[in-house]
């Protein structure tokens, strides 16, 4: 029972290293749910960026319209609608353009 009493400490100190060496790597490789959290809600942010730039660029349209009349064909034609006179960018990476083809020309992504 003595030589057990003094090795304890000893095991007691390996069994505790891989317990927290089993418990810290056992999520390697895959995203904690803070992570994911993150994720979703820059994502989220993104989306919304977007949405709200894609209303710039068509109230930039109605602008456009009520000075000239007409229907800009081409988001260039909006620079002085725009803050420093270029469009905003897409935070996801798109391309925003004018889509024609309905009653009325609107802001769109590719």
Do not use: H, W
Request: glycine fraction near 8%.
């Amino acid at each position: 029972m003595k030589g057990f009493a003094k090795k304890a400490p000893a095991v007691l100190l390996i069994v505790l290293i891989v317990a927290i060496s089993a418990f810290a790597f056992a999520g390697c490789g895959t995203k904690t749910e803070p992570e994911k959290t993150v994720d979703t809600v820059k994502q989220q942010a993104e989306q919304a960026t977007r949405d709200v730039n894609l209303r710039i660029i068509d109230s930039a349209i109605q602008m456009y319209y009520a000075e000239t009349g007409e229907y800009p064909t081409n988001i260039s034609q909006l620079s002085k609608y725009f803050k420093d006179g270029k469009p905003p960018t897409d935070p996801m990476g798109g391309t925003y353009y004018i889509k024609t083809g309905g009653a009325e020309p609107v802001a769109a992504v590719q």
